[in-house]
């Protein structure tokens, strides 16, 4: 089975960083798109950042030029580098794993359907 297990979350106050880390099993991790998500309470989801397998990145406006998704294909491990955050980047981030097939949690974002999820890494920056 498809797991991913997310780390690295903390309290950081605002224009500090954090690196989240997602470690990855069960599947041949290079050869999908990962993403991390966020979530706060009473907001909807929102995609953070994508990188495909070919290493191309995308991010949403609020966070270009702060955060950086990375991968290591050989230790089935994603990454999100957060630099200069801010109260509002304060959510519950979530990693998950482009799906070929439909999935209960299936979310579509940038075109790709992530169907798999981590159980999140709370984040919380005080201002």
């Known amino acids: 089975q498809v797991q991913l297990v997310e780390s690295g979350g903390g309290s950081v106050q605002s224009g500090g960083s954090l690196r989240l880390s997602c470690a990855a099993s069960?599947?041949?991790?290079?050869?999908?798109?990962m993403g991390w998500f966020r979530q706060a309470p009473g907001k909807e989801r929102e995609g953070v950042a994508v990188i495909d397998s070919d290493g191309n990145t995308i991010y949403t406006d609020s966070v270009k030029g702060r955060f950086t998704i990375s991968q290591d294909n050989a230790k089935n491990t994603l990454y999100l580098q957060m630099n200069s955050l801010k109260p509002e980047d304060t959510a519950m981030y979530y990693c998950?794993?482009?799906?070929?097939?439909?999935?209960?949690?299936?979310?579509?974002?940038?075109?790709?359907?992530?169907?798999?999820w981590g159980r999140g890494t709370q984040v919380t920056v005080s201002s």
């Open positions: 069960g599947y041949t991790y290079s050869s999908y798109s």
């Open positions: 998950a794993s482009e799906a070929k097939q439909r999935t209960l949690l299936g979310f579509v974002w940038r075109g790709v359907y992530f169907g798999y």
